[in-house]
């Protein structure tokens, strides 16, 4: 069963740091795009970053380019979201997301599976 589960979020003082984990129930090796987009109160999904599974190339947001790094354990089929020096304005739920096929895809309608999503508090 094709399954996205992300785990990691919880509250954190503006200026700290979170890792968030997506735990993937398939292995994603060929021409698979995951990425993680956020979510917060009465506003659209925002993409944040993204990353070719097989090649580890990967794209941010101009509002996380460093400050977040994306990555994956191929062993562990995991994707990770290292978040450092968050921000109050970080505060979302944030989701994991995969597609086939490899490129930088940052609309929400083009990714066809989706995890729960986890909450990210940044308090100021």
């Known amino acids: 069963q094709v399954q996205l589960a992300e785990s990691g979020g919880g509250l954190v003082q503006a200026g700290g740091s979170l890792r968030l984990s997506c735990d993937v129930s398939?292995?994603?090796?060929?021409?698979?795009?995951m990425a993680w987009f956020r979510q917060a109160p009465g506003q659209e999904r925002e993409f944040v970053a993204n990353i070719i599974w097989f090649s580890g190339t990967t794209w941010y947001s101009d509002s996380v380019s460093g400050r977040f790094t994306i990555y994956r354990d191929n062993a562990k089929s995991t994707l990770y979201l290292e978040m450092t020096n968050l921000r109050p304005e970080d505060s979302a739920v944030y989701l994991c997301a995969a597609r086939e096929g490899p490129g930088d895809f940052r609309n929400v309608n083009v990714y066809s599976i989706w995890g729960q999503g986890t909450q990210v508090t940044v308090a100021s």
């Open positions: 398939w292995r994603p090796f060929d021409g698979y795009t």
